[in-house]
């Protein structure tokens, strides 16, 4: 399901197959998500209003205690609560939908995101694309929100093609959801210590600082001293917007010069052949573990956040790639101090200027550094890659 990207890892939950006989194109019976298995296990996640629309975003893993690698991911919307420690299921039927209404579920694509069955174990995963789950609430002597939850989907087996039209799981019992919703406030003023894996794939860790701002250009943060731009004498730090509780990559501020190029950060992945920038990067934070996550993944493939170059005359595009680093996490610790690490504010470079280009003749001849040329992509963000990334820090 294409959508622009707002949302962030999937939980890889791994478990047994029971024996199954699968016929491709016919319907079959799934005999590991029916109602004779015993789901007695529960994880949920609260993600407020994550997509700006009024519903309050959940994520619920259902699985049994004695194998909690098979089970059922629904990724559904509730009522909004005043708070966020408040918030629960609405009793009722969900219907599954693409309209992120008020008791509905999205369905699942291709890439694993959303709400689908898996079996980790065999990497047996279902689709669900249709059908609905019933939520009762109720109370018992000193425990409140029990909740007895049916599932009647219907899906599709994604190794097989085959159409699924008896997906029932039934659990019941107390579900915590942990809060996963963020306001600026959250992040203070912090040194950080990092690890991740330089382009292509050698494992690095660093340290630097993260500092939050407010002024005329809104509320962000500044990161000092991303992996190998030492040398590039930067004027200026990795920002992250703050945005109605999301972390956005800012890839539009100028961070200095070398040579030709004005200097910018930026998200991209790589397909063997190009490197493709993308856009409205989202990073998420876990307030629990203070880690500040910037991996993903991108139509399959991982995502490198790091330093980019634009000529600044025709505006061609280049990756800088011994700063390019995937799978980064920080590790925020709360600072005392503020180093005098940045040498300006920011400042906005045009969108509009940018170009898509097919070859470097442009680039700067002089240049020592590794450099291959950027395109752009469509803008378009796979949501499969946000629920990849929000859910993979748990």
């Known amino acids: 399901m294409i959508k622009t990207m707002k949302r962030i890892s999937k939980i890889a939950y791994l478990l047994t197959l029971l024996t199954f006989v699968v016929a491709c194109n016919k319907d079959v ?34 699985y049994s205690d004695t194998d909690e690698k098979i089970g059922i991911l629904i990724d559904g919307y509730a009522t909004l609560p005043s708070n966020p420690a408040n918030f629960k299921l609405d009793a009722g039927t969900y219907f599954v939908a693409e309209t992120e209404a008020v008791r509905t579920v999205f369905p699942a694509d291709e890439d694993l995101n959303a709400t689908y069955a898996f ?5 047996r995963y279902i689709l669900v694309t249709g059908g609905s789950f019933t939520v009762e609430v109720t109370s018992e002597r000193g425990k409140s929100n029990i909740y007895t939850i049916e599932t009647n989907f219907t899906g599709r087996e994604i190794n097989t093609n085959t159409t699924v039209n008896d997906i029932r799981i039934k659990f019941t019992g107390a579900i915590t959801f942990e809060d996963k919703t963020f306001s600026f406030d959250d992040i203070k003023q912090s040194t950080y210590t990092a690890n991740g894996a330089l382009y292509p794939n050698r494992a690095i860790s660093w340290t630097g600082e993260v500092s939050p701002k407010d002024d005329e250009t809104g509320l962000y943060y500044a990161i000092t001293n991303w992996y190998n731009t ?16 999301k972390l956005v990559l800012d890839d539009r501020t100028k961070v200095g010069e070398y040579g ?3 200097l910018y950060f930026g998200a991209s992945y790589y397909t063997g052949r190009n490197w493709e920038a993308v856009p409205n990067y989202t990073v998420s934070y876990n307030k629990t573990t203070r880690i500040l996550d910037f991996s993903g993944t991108y139509d399959g493939y991982p995502v490198y956040v790091g330093l980019f170059g634009k000529h600044y005359i025709t505006g061609d595009e280049i990756v800088y790639e011994n700063c390019q680093v995937k799978e980064a996490k920080l590790v925020l610790t709360t600072s005392g101090h503020y180093s005098s690490a940045l040498k300006s504010a920011r400042s906005v470079v045009s969108e509009t200027s940018r170009k898509s280009v097919s070859n470097t003749s442009s680039v700067n001849p002089t240049a020592t550094r590794s450099q ?6 469509s803008g378009i963000q796979n949501r499969a890659s946000k629920s990849v990334q929000r859910l993979k820090e748990n």
Request: charged share 20%; net charge negative.
């Open 372 to 377: 291959s040329v950027i395109k752009k992509s």
């Open 29 to 62: 019976e799934i005999k590991e998500f029916n109602s004779a298995v015993t789901y007695n296990s529960a994880k949920g996640y609260y993600w407020g209003n994550y997509y700006g629309t009024g519903t309050a975003n959940f994520q619920l893993c259902l």
């Open 230 to 245: 030492a040398n590039y004498n930067l004027t200026g730090a990795l920002w992250l917007d703050y945005n109605e509780g």
């Open 260 to 262: 030709n190029d004005d």
């Open 119 to 123: 079996n980790e174990r065999t990497k």
